[in-house]
């Protein structure tokens, strides 16, 4: 089966850079996905890692080590507006086809 | 802009009663899926559908259907409401089975 790990909880102080991990185990991995979530809103898409390394899009980056099954999203120059839940997203191959699992979030909050 | 939409931001219905949570999305995705989120176990797959009239069971099926009978409809059904039932039910799209997926707003369904 596939199975994710992230931690439940993160704070940090405005301005600062906190990195959010996410191990995982699954078989005939093809990519990680990170996703935001405020508060009574929709998940929305924030990067997608298939090849090992970093992915940078503005103040977030994403990072993927496929040895270590292994990977982190990387907020900076945190802002208010960046609390919410992170969550990553595996899609691995299980059975007949393609399987996504996400993990059970992070809760961000920023504080002044 | 893809969207999706839920045909009902909140809902109250009474143990056995059967329930239908429509989504209809705008993009020609082919690939459709529900969850349903809970505080502390984050976003689990119910059921998804790679194509009209396909479905897939997810990780937690026990106690729901659903119907694709038209590419831009995903219906996901409680047969007999129970209680244990109450939650955020999420629809998502993507065009890919693993790419990006598109959520609806979500629809908060409580069984009384």
């Known amino acids: 089966g596939q199975s994710l790990e992230q931690p439940s909880e993160v704070t940090a102080v405005e301005g600062a850079i906190v990195q959010i991990n996410c191990t995982y185990q699954?078989?005939?991995?093809?990519?990680l996905s990170w996703y935001q979530q405020h508060d009574g809103g929709a998940p929305t898409f924030l990067s997608y890692?298939?090849?090992?390394g970093l992915e940078e899009t503005g103040r977030f980056s994403s990072f993927l080590s496929r040895s270590d099954s292994y990977g982190y999203l990387l907020l900076q120059e945190l802002q208010m507006k960046d609390s919410a839940s992170y969550f990553c997203?595996?899609?691995?191959?299980?059975?007949?086809?393609?399987?996504?699992?996400f993990g059970t979030g992070t809760q961000l909050k920023v504080e002044l | 802009d893809v969207k999706v939409t839920q045909s009902s931001r909140y809902l109250v219905k009474r143990t056995g009663e059967k329930v239908f949570l429509e989504c209809v999305q705008d993009?020609?995705?082919?690939?459709m899926f529900w969850y349903r989120q809970d505080p502390g176990l984050g976003l689990r797959l119910i059921y998804f559908?790679?194509?009209?009239?396909?479905?897939e069971k997810g990780d937690i099926p026990e106690g729901y259907s659903v119907s694709r009978e038209k590419k831009e409809r995903f219906s996901l059904i409680l047969e007999s409401a129970s209680t244990n039932q109450t939650s955020m039910y999420l629809c998502?799209?993507?065009?890919?089975?693993?790419?990006?997926?598109?959520f609806g707003a979500g629809t908060r369904l409580s069984v009384l």
């Open positions: 559908s790679y194509d009209v009239k396909m479905k």
């Open positions: 993009m020609d995705h082919e690939n």
């Open positions: 998502a799209s993507s065009y890919n089975p693993g790419g990006i997926q598109y």
């Open positions: 699954t078989s005939g991995f093809y990519g």
């Open positions: 890692n298939a090849l090992d």
């Open positions: 997203d595996v899609e691995g191959l299980t059975g007949g086809g393609n399987k996504l699992t």
